[in-house]
């Protein structure tokens, strides 16, 4: 390893946007992926799990990377079922890879993260691209894994746009809210990545169809499954927003802030996660006031080189 690379685990609900981010992590040079943690979100955490050991084989990495299968549901709420409108049955627009040799350790995805950062004090960045329960039940465990983390990158929440699964929540966080709280409230140097900057970042049909003609030999089957997986989600916006062979890229543009802050504008905002009301379950609360007295610090990010960012995100394949 590389003095240089950042070290990552990745957490997620391993669905469309997740396979592109944690493909991305394992092209970029400028990376060690620690391990990859599963979570329940967009599918079951048990297909996240099947979906991750088959996004590592298609990326044939060098190295080997462990995954740790984490929580099947929320802290304290009954689980509501899946996105697989949004994702498809299987997570990954219902394309089939093929199974892996691989096998998912048998150490909790918590626990994994306590042992990680004990090991790599002060060094480990962690990108969180579904719900947080993971990194709750770890901080549950141990109040002082704020004080050992280099950096946490949250795909999640909203503040001065609307949300996408209530009127002002995004997925991740209302998923599990209590969860969410838990984490905004730690302590830990937190990034949101959230709607404001992800619902900007759009890659298009046009994108793929340069990165098709484009892409390394060694790429080729990487940029199809990237190509037809990404059809499901087209789709999927389509009907949601009228988008015309788009999607926004939420989960990957997480990843690349992890590795290039640079690419967003961020405001340090206090933060508080609604948890009580019904219709604002999961709402990233932002107390704007100029004596802000209501959540914890935190790094919002409000504004994105977008098309930067896209071409950055897809340069690794070419």
């Given at each position: 390893m590389q003095p240089f690379e950042k070290k990552v685990i990745i957490d997620a609900d391993t669905g469309i946007d997740d396979a592109l981010a944690i493909l991305?992590?394992?092209?970029?040079?400028?990376?060690?992926?620690?391990?990859?943690t599963t979570v329940f979100g967009n599918i079951s955490v048990q297909q996240a799990t099947e979906n991750?050991?088959?996004?590592?084989?298609?990326?044939?990495?060098?190295?080997?990377?462990p995954v740790v299968q984490g929580a099947e549901?929320?802290?304290?709420?009954?689980?509501?079922g899946f996105s697989t409108k949004v994702h498809g049955e299987n997570g990954i627009g219902d394309v089939e890879l093929p199974p892996s040799a691989q096998k998912a350790l048998g150490e909790e995805a918590h626990e994994f993260i306590l042992r990680k950062a004990d090991e790599l004090p002060n060094e480990l960045i962690i990108v969180?691209?579904?719900?947080?329960?993971?990194?709750?039940?770890a901080l549950q465990k141990d109040a002082t894994l704020a004080q050992k983390i280099k950096h946490v990158y949250v795909m999640g929440g909203a503040v001065h746009v609307p949300g996408n699964v209530t009127p002002v929540s995004e997925a991740n966080i209302w998923g599990d809210?209590?969860?969410?709280?838990?984490?905004?409230?730690?302590?830990?140097?937190?990034?949101?990545?959230?709607?404001?900057?992800?619902?900007?970042?759009?890659?298009?049909?046009?994108?793929?169809?340069?990165?098709?003609?484009?892409?390394?030999?060694?790429?080729?089957?990487?940029?199809?499954?990237?190509?037809?997986?990404?059809?499901?989600?087209?789709?999927?916006?389509?009907?949601?927003?009228?988008?015309?062979?788009?999607?926004?890229?939420?989960?990957?543009?997480?990843?690349?802030?992890?590795?290039?802050?640079?690419?967003?504008?961020?405001?340090?905002?206090?933060?508080k996660v609604?948890?009580?009301?019904?219709?604002?379950?999961?709402?990233?609360?932002?107390?704007?006031?100029?004596?802000a007295l209501v959540g914890s610090p935190v790094q919002v990010c409000i504004d994105v080189e977008a098309e930067y960012a896209v071409n950055k995100l897809l340069s690794v394949f070419l």
């Open positions: 991305y992590a394992l092209k970029a040079t400028d990376v060690h992926v620690e391990g990859i991750t050991l088959r996004i590592i084989q298609l990326a044939k990495t060098t190295y080997e990377i549901k929320p802290l304290q709420r009954t689980l509501q969180a691209l579904g719900r947080l329960t993971n990194l709750a039940q809210p209590e969860a969410a709280d838990i984490v905004f409230s730690s302590g830990l140097p937190i990034t949101m990545v959230g709607l404001d900057v992800t619902m900007k970042t759009l890659i298009t049909q046009q994108h793929l169809n340069y990165l098709q003609e484009h892409c390394q030999e060694e790429n080729k089957d990487i940029v199809e499954f990237i190509n037809e997986s990404l059809q499901f989600y087209f789709d999927f916006y389509h009907t949601s927003n009228y988008w015309m062979g788009a999607a926004p890229l939420h989960d990957p543009l997480t990843m690349l802030v992890a590795l290039e802050p640079g690419v967003v504008k961020t405001q340090q905002m206090k933060i609604e948890c009580q009301s019904e219709i604002c379950q999961g709402m990233t609360v932002a107390d704007l006031r100029r004596n």
